[in-house]
């Protein structure tokens, strides 16, 4: 009987070295999947969500400011035909 729970015992604590070997091994693979994954957007020339973000804002405030124009040009047109 006591061979039988030392036997248990050793295959539990082989399972508990085979699950840490295990969560190291996924640690690792995510460090260099991350790692490659970022060295290839680096080699692209794609923008940051800010430098996005910044440019959409601008662009709004563009077509926002067109719209005041085109409407203030129509009235001084309207104003000089009346």
């Keep these: ?3 039988r729970n030392r036997l248990m ?4 604590q082989l399972m508990t070295n085979a699950m ?3 969560q190291g091994a996924r640690a690792e693979a995510e460090t260099a999947v991350n790692s490659m994954i970022d060295r290839w957007l680096a080699d692209r020339d794609f923008v940051t969500r800010e430098e996005f973000e910044a440019v959409r804002a601008m662009a709004q405030k563009a077509r926002e400011e067109n719209e005041a124009l085109k409407a203030r040009i129509a009235a ?3 104003k000089s035909e009346g």
Excluded: F, I, K, P
């Excluded at 015992?9 to 539990?12: N, R, W």
């Design 1 to 3: 009987m006591q061979t």
């Design 9 to 12: 015992e050793d295959v539990s």
């Design 20 to 22: 840490g070997v295990a």
């Design 76 to 78: 001084l047109e309207a």
